[in-house]
């Protein structure tokens, strides 16, 4: 074989979810651009692209097809030929969707390079003006940046997951039943189901296409958490008595705080035991090899955060003339020095797509040196974007006590990682670990032969 044939390690296959809008649209077009701008002219790129109907699919092909098509001619030498698409649908918030996607992919496709879970349902049914006009006059830049005044739908369940029992075919399994008969199940928080449970899921299904990537291209397979900044007003919010978020009036900085916590600790000691669970997928490969490792030492997938900084999209419905307002006010923020308002989607779709194509040997060596960290997409006041790291309380900036402080975009009362909150932060990751995998294989049992 020549060199320039194409192989399967040179084909990229990305899955993003909640592909047809904001974030998730542009970080598609974003990574076109970047592939076909830094790759070899043989290496393709495949998106797997997750909507909630074949409908919204569609339509997401026909104007990423538009995208390439108004690339320049010298960006993307037979452009179109290296780009291709498929549409698949799920809806998080119903476990057996996730399921039955799982399935289909598993048989599907050879391998995932990357998995974007960039998908999420804010849970919000309004705002507190009073509040945000208080909190705009203490402090602008922190009022467009960590907003407390979004209000809730608080204690918001998903539907039942399982279907109704006349519609089932009853197999032997654990589900146990109530007095009439119905099965029992317990109440999923929707906004933790959607951002974090069935992506959770998802990715845990599909560890075994992350997992090949490394036969092909000797790269590890990753997983690509979409958090937010906003994670940091509820650092003493967050409890692991309530990961779901089910009771409190911050459900959706709850699950971005659950995705930092559980991507920032995965690759420590502590959480090692249920990491491995989670990344060895529907049939478990944890077989020892000489380092004491086990198999998944090798091919182990990665798991990395990052978030997009504040942009303007639909996420938090609002009349449309508010929502005009809204932009105006992120840009008047980035011009007042915030570093975390790209506003543009494109620019927001930076670290996600920088930490999605960047070489292994390089992220590895950034770690080692500096930590884990939050990958956030930031730009400066004219909008030239970079990707930052992220402050996290409890983490700091690279999980090392002692690491320089960097006084740019950190909430009010940020403080310096002691050594005492880098240890809580780990019990955190390993009490967090501990409960996604308990609950994955609760509803896995409960799912069981259903589809
Ligand atoms: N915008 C920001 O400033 C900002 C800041 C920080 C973090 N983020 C993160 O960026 C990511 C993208 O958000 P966005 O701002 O681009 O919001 P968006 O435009 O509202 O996109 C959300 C996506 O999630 C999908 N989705 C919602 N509920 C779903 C469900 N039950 N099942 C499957 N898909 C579902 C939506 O599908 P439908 O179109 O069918 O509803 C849509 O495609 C999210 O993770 C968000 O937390 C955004």
Redo the contacts with the bound molecule.
């Keep these: 074989m020549k060199a320039s044939e194409p192989t399967l390690g040179s084909q990229f296959h990305v899955l993003i979810?909640?592909?047809?809008?904001?974030?998730?649209f542009a970080t598609c077009c974003r990574l076109i651009d970047e592939f076909l701008d830094t790759r070899q002219e043989y290496d393709s790129i495949t998106l797997v692209l997750?909507?909630?109907?074949s409908r919204?699919g569609d339509s997401t092909i026909t104007r990423l097809q538009k995208h390439v098509d108004k690339l320049p001619r010298s960006k993307r030498p037979d452009g179109t030929a290296r780009v291709s698409y498929q549409a698949e649908i799920?809806?998080?918030?119903?476990l057996l969707s996730v399921q039955r996607l799982s399935k289909k992919l598993l048989t599907q496709l050879p391998k995932l390079d990357v998995i974007i879970?960039?998908?999420?349902?804010?849970g919000w049914i309004g705002v507190d003006y009073w509040m945000s006009m208080r909190q705009s006059m203490s402090s602008f830049v922190e009022s467009v940046t960590w907003p407390t005044f979004k209000l809730s739908d608080i204690g918001k369940t998903t539907k039942s997951q399982l279907p109704p029992k006349d519609s089932r075919v009853r197999r032997k399994q654990k589900t146990t039943h109530d007095s009439d008969g119905e099965y029992n199940e317990p109440p999923l928080g929707e906004v933790f189901c959607?951002?974090v449970f069935?992506h959770y899921l998802l990715s845990h299904n599909l560890s075994p296409l992350l997992r090949n990537t490394h036969s092909f291209s000797g790269e590890k397979g990753r997983i690509i958490w979409?958090?937010?900044?906003?994670t940091e007003t509820v650092i003493d919010a967050f409890s692991t008595d309530d990961i779901q978020g089910v009771v409190s009036p911050f459900a959706?900085e709850i699950s971005?705080r659950l995705s930092d916590i559980l991507a920032l600790t995965s690759n420590l000691p502590a959480t090692k035991p249920w990491v491995d669970s989670f990344l060895s997928g529907p049939e478990p490969v944890l077989i020892p090899d000489s380092d004491g490792e086990g198999q998944i030492g090798v091919s182990r997938p990665r798991i990395y955060v990052t978030?997009?900084?504040?942009?303007?999209?639909?996420?938090l419905p609002v009349l449309w003339i508010l929502g005009v307002i809204k932009v105006i006010m992120f840009y008047i923020a980035r011009w007042l020095g915030s570093p975390w308002h790209p506003v543009d989607?494109y620019k927001?779709a930076c670290a996600p797509v920088w930490v999605a194509l960047c070489p292994q040997a390089q992220l590895d060596e950034m770690e080692a040196k500096e930590g884990a960290g939050k990958w956030g997409s930031s730009t400066d006041r004219w909008g030239n974007e970079r990707v930052r790291r992220t402050e996290v309380g409890g983490w700091g900036w690279g999980g090392i006590v002692g690491e320089e402080v960097q006084r740019a975009g950190r909430i009010r009362g940020a403080k310096a990682l002691t050594q005492e909150a880098r240890e809580d932060f780990e019990g955190l990751g390993r009490e967090c670990w501990r409960q996604m995998e308990e609950l994955r294989k609760e509803w896995e049992e409960r799912l069981h032969g259903l589809d």
Excluded: F, W
């Excluded at 879970?117 to 804010?122: C, D, K, M």
């Design positions: 979810t909640g592909a047809n809008s904001g974030l998730g997750t909507t909630r109907d919204k799920v809806a998080l918030d119903s879970l960039n998908a999420a349902y804010g959607i951002n069935g979409i958090s937010s900044v906003e959706y971005k978030h997009p900084g504040i942009c303007s999209t639909e996420i989607t927001g």
